[in-house]
């Protein structure tokens, strides 16, 4: 158990500085890796640490905020989270793995392609709804609003996507809350996970004045192509 705890934290630890970096990320690092490690780590313990991390980035660069974007996106995000809760409560391991691993490949390809979205209204209603529905399942609910950033400055999209990803973990926990699926051992598990979370995000500090959100762009769908793949094939073969 504490092994398997100290692999885990680790892994927290990358991902809340590549987040702390990028503003997004530690979804994409943390998830795939956890969901081989141990799919109970999802989507409760890491729901709980994204929230932290979020709460953390928030309070420090919180004058960078899009608060309408987040509004828009938050808008999208409350029939998502339904979506989501349903996702959980309806497939088994092996499926969830599945999902995770597609979804979060598809989400790296689309990434690296010419596509140039932006924050228009129904953009981020619609990055809402899709974030709210894998950030509940899986916790992988940052991509499709972080692209719509991507071309923003580095502080506003650090700050924009923490005010909307505190909100759409509440969102989530407590949509999963109300569905029976959050359980004590996981709640302790996420609280557990919070030291390393912590040390991700302060390694950040000193580097995120130095490296934009394209400098771990690249390090980062890598990492997560590799996980994705692999999570594929072991839903394939077991």
């Known amino acids: 158990m504490w092994t398997g705890l100290l692999l885990a934290g680790l892994v927290v630890t990358l991902g809340g500085l590549v987040q702390g970096l990028a503003g997004f990320g530690?979804?994409?690092?943390?998830?795939?890796?956890?969901?081989?490690?141990?799919?109970?780590?999802?989507?409760?313990?890491?729901?709980?640490?994204?929230?932290?991390?979020?709460?953390?980035?928030?309070?420090?660069?919180?004058?960078?905020?899009d608060w309408r974007g987040v509004g828009w996106a938050i808008l999208g995000r409350?029939?998502?989270?339904?979506?989501?809760?349903l996702l959980v409560d309806s497939l088994d391991q092996n499926q969830f793995s599945l999902l995770i691993g597609v979804v979060v490949l598809l989400c790296v390809l689309l990434s690296i392609t010419t596509w140039n979205p932006r924050?228009?209204?129904?953009?981020?209603?619609?990055?809402?709804?899709?974030?709210?529905?894998?950030?509940?399942?899986?916790?992988?609910?940052?991509?499709?609003?972080?692209?719509?950033?991507?071309?923003?400055?580095?502080?506003q999209i650090r700050a924009t996507l923490a005010a909307y990803f505190v909100l759409g973990s509440i969102t989530s926990i407590i949509g999963l809350l109300v569905a029976g699926q959050v359980h004590a051992p996981q709640v302790v598990t996420g609280l557990l996970l919070i030291p390393f979370l912590v040390a991700g995000f302060l390694l950040s500090n000193p580097l995120r004045k130095l490296v934009d959100a394209k400098g771990v762009r690249t390090p980062v769908l890598l990492l997560s192509t590799v996980a994705a793949v692999t999570l594929i094939l072991r839903s394939a073969l077991g």
């Open 119 to 155: 924050p228009t209204r129904t953009a981020l209603v619609i990055a809402g709804l899709t974030s709210g529905s894998f950030g509940t399942a899986m916790s992988v609910g940052g991509p499709p609003v972080a692209m719509l950033y991507q071309n923003s400055p580095g502080a």
């Open 78 to 85: 409350l029939p998502g989270t339904v979506i989501g809760v």
């Open 26 to 65: 530690l979804a994409l690092v943390a998830v795939p890796i956890l969901a081989l490690l141990d799919p109970s780590l999802l989507p409760v313990p890491i729901l709980i640490t994204a929230m932290t991390h979020s709460i953390m980035s928030l309070a420090r660069e919180h004058a960078h905020v």
